[in-house]
């Protein structure tokens, strides 16, 4: 059975960092491109980053360009996404899926003072 399940959202102030992790099980983690999404209340849901499968390439959305970091340890089947300098903006729930058929359950992120 196929598993991603994402951690480390939360509650930050404007101005903080967070650090998003996707772990994966059941499948082989190193053959997939995985991308981090958004979706915001009554907004659709948007590709933030994403990363290839061996982790030597890399996307991201410009509104998150010089403050959020995708990376992946493919030994820990596991890909990350460090968010800084957070603005209230961000503030959503973030899914990781490992292109293109699975989907994480989802982690809240809320950016307010």
């Known amino acids: 059975q196929v598993k991603l399940v994402e951690s480390g959202g939360g509650l930050v102030q404007p101005g903080g960092s967070l650090r998003l992790s996707c772990a994966g099980s059941?499948?082989?983690?190193?053959?997939?491109?995985v991308g981090w999404y958004r979706q915001a209340p009554e907004k659709e849901r948007e590709l933030v980053a994403s990363?290839?499968?061996?982790?030597?390439?890399?996307t991201y959305t410009d509104s998150v360009k010089g403050r959020f970091t995708i990376s992946r340890d493919n030994a820990k089947n596991t890909v990350y996404l460090q968010m800084n300098s957070l603005k209230p903006e961000d503030t959503a729930v973030y899914y990781c899926n490992a292109s293109p058929r699975y989907w994480g359950q989802g982690t809240q992120v809320t950016v307010s003072s």
């Open positions: 990363i290839s499968s061996s982790g030597a390439f890399s």
């Open positions: 059941g499948l082989t983690f190193s053959r997939y491109a």
